[in-house]
């Protein structure tokens, strides 16, 4: 596995470290500090996932014309990093939207890039590896966040803000490994300085492609904003000083599996993976609806965090196998459009089912989804 692919791992894991410190917490913020609402905190979400995907888009074409991946990425977490006091700050709900767009927006700016970058460097037999293992790595520190953040809250009795504060170092520490550590890779013909989004240029994207965007966008539409998890927590009577242990639990599964799922992947038909991980998450939202006691919640949390390991990296695996190498930062832009706008969709719906019928029918929701997904996996014949 080459340097460089450990590197970025690191660097998402830091970056992680600091974002999940605070959106670990931020629905309890914005719900019991500012006094939003369940819906409030979906819209808000899904406006915040949305902004994160579609400015992908733009920053992987841009990265196609500009053949100069790694110089957005580091601008992207260079901005994530600046990001983080703003939330410290937030005195109303309006100002949490402004802050949570503006962060999402450097996530996009970097996360095509970098999923790019990856690509380019890595072998193609080693590629569902090591998005596996930038994925592991990446929600290593999606759970350390939560630890922290629960821990910091303990032990400065729920003061948020100042949780908030300390995640703004691991932000910029993040920028600066990306900075010194990690090469650019060099750009793949055509010349960086070509047609930026034409026609000519999509239709260069094979139709084997435009099937990994599909079903990207029908996983994101099945699985809501993981917000709601912790949500569902504090509705079952969690004490709020350990509901982020719900997230470290989910990333800590997340975490645990992305790596040997693939692996698998590069050994295995993934539409078997993809449809095996949807089950997975159907059986995560059933338990989550009808949750009564602990074990059930956190079986719920825990099936929930498989499904994200067994296809995350696997449809970044794919996009980049089917993409030409010129056109990856374009072709890892459409895919994460196409899942912000169902994530837009999916969190928004979530957040109207929790404040019409309650938490149960949230959940139910997502179940049904998963169903009408895996119907029109097995409708529709791939090649």
Not at 133 to 139: A, M, V
Not at 239 to 260: K, R, S
Not at 270 to 294: C, E, G, K, N, Y
């Amino acid at each position: 596995m080459p340097r460089s692919v450990w590197m970025l791992g690191f660097v998402s894991l830091l970056m992680d470290v600091s974002s999940e410190m605070i959106h670990s917490l931020l629905p309890l913020f914005m719900v019991g500090a500012l006094g939003a609402s369940a819906l409030d905190v979906g819209i808000i979400e899904g406006m915040a996932q949305a902004t994160a995907l579609i400015t992908k888009t733009f920053a992987g074409v841009l990265s196609d014309y500009l053949g100069k991946r790694k110089a957005l990425a580091v601008l992207g977490y260079g901005l994530g990093a600046l990001c983080k006091p703003l939330f410290a700050l937030a005195g109303s709900t309006g100002m949490v939207l402004g802050v949570r767009l503006l962060d999402r927006a450097a996530k996009g700016i970097r996360g095509a890039p970098r999923d790019a970058l990856l690509a380019d460097i890595t072998p193609p037999g080693l590629r569902g590896a090591a998005f596996g293992l930038r994925q592991s790595l990446d929600t290593a520190g999606a759970f350390l966040g939560p630890l922290t953040g629960a821990a910091l809250l303990y032990w400065w009795t729920s003061d948020l803000r100042a949780v908030f504060w300390v995640a703004v170092l691991p932000a910029l520490l993040a920028a600066l490994l990306l900075a010194f550590t990690v090469p650019e890779a060099p750009p793949a013909a055509p010349a960086a300085g070509a047609a930026l989004f034409t026609r000519e240029r999509l239709a260069e994207l094979p139709r084997a492609f435009w099937w990994v965007v599909g079903a990207g966008a029908i996983f994101t539409l099945a699985r809501f904003s993981d917000a709601f998890l912790v949500l569902r927590a504090q509705n079952a009577g969690v004490p709020t000083a350990i509901v982020p242990l719900v997230m470290v639990l989910m990333n800590v599964v997340y975490a645990g599996t992305a790596y040997p799922f693939g692996r698998l992947s590069d050994q295995t038909d993934p539409r078997r993976l993809l449809a095996i991980s949807l089950v997975v998450l159907l059986a995560a939202d059933v338990l989550l609806a009808w949750a009564t006691s602990w074990p059930l919640l956190l079986a719920g949390v825990a099936l929930w965090g498989v499904h994200m390991g067994m296809s995350q990296g696997l449809l970044s695996a794919l996009v980049a196998a089917h993409a030409p190498p010129a056109l990856r930062g374009t072709a890892f832009g459409i895919f994460n459009l196409a899942c912000g706008l169902a994530l837009l969709a999916a969190s928004s719906l979530a957040g109207l089912l929790w404040e019409k019928a309650g938490p149960a029918a949230t959940f139910v929701g997502g179940a049904v989804l998963c169903v009408l997904a895996l119907a029109s996996m097995f409708s529709v014949r791939q090649r």
